[in-house]
């Protein structure tokens, strides 16, 4: 088309946009009604991981030097990374955006497994990190990969309605709780590798409350099934 070609654009099609994403927001906002009483204890603990996490950042006495050269500065910016999008992953798994959430639950888990190797001093600058200090979760985190690749057209049927009504958000519990317990496994590797990096004390990691709490969350996280391998 030419510079002087006229297109003469309807505004009133713009109002399938409009009334688009309003039924969809409907359809979350309907789901999301119920997630927490559908998790109530997965939610009790990561309410009680938060505080945790919050608890650990409040201490900032680093006695180390700190420049973006060290391995240090790179796990301060990975949790950092990770903790933004904290509310982002919750609020995905609750409206049923559940590839979503398990892009970002993956991305979470290489978090982890990045602060492992750089503790460690394996990670090189660059590389994707291997799943070793969870390698309990190989088979979860292989299915989050097929998710967030969209490699498996049975997963992805399974917790969409592409076949009955297209585009509408499917809630599907069991998927809800899994991803649910796995993103708090996460934040637990997330908050003690904060930890690590600043101590309750010289002889402590974390302070009695933190410790206390974080016990509680490993519980309900045994309780649910989510710190063994899966299937």
């Known amino acids: 088309m030419g510079e002087n070609d006229k297109v003469d654009l309807n505004p009133s099609f713009l109002g399938f946009a409009t009334a688009f994403e309003n039924a969809l927001e409907e359809q979350r906002a309907e789901i999301a009604k119920g997630f927490e009483a559908r998790n109530k204890l ?28 060290t391995e240090k500065a790179h796990r301060f910016a990975i949790h950092a990374a990770t903790i933004q999008g904290i509310h982002l992953i919750k609020a995905a798994i609750a409206t049923a955006s559940y590839a979503q959430a398990a892009s970002l639950i993956r991305q979470e888990i290489e978090a982890v497994e990045a602060c492992r190797g750089l503790r460690q001093e394996k990670q090189k600058e660059g590389y994707t990190p291997r799943v070793k200090a969870l390698r309990h979760l190989g088979a979860d985190y292989g299915r989050l990969s097929e998710i967030a690749h969209y490699s498996k057209s049975k997963i992805l049927l399974d917790f ?26 996460a934040l637990l590797g997330i908050c003690l590798d904060a930890a690590e990096l600043r101590p309750f004390s010289n002889e402590e990691m974390m302070s009695p409350d933190e410790h206390a709490w974080l016990t509680s969350v490993c519980g309900i996280l045994a309780d649910h099934g989510i710190l063994s391998p899966s299937a």
């Not at 599907?172 to 496994?185: A, D, P, Q, T, W």
């Open 42 to 69: 997965l939610n009790s603990a990561h309410t009680a991981l938060f505080a945790c996490i919050a608890s650990v950042h409040s201490r900032d006495d680093r006695e180390f030097p700190l420049n973006k050269a």
């Open 160 to 185: 969409t309605d592409a076949l009955g009504s297209g585009v509408d958000h499917k809630l599907n519990e069991n998927l809800e709780k899994r991803l649910m317990g796995l993103h708090i496994v």
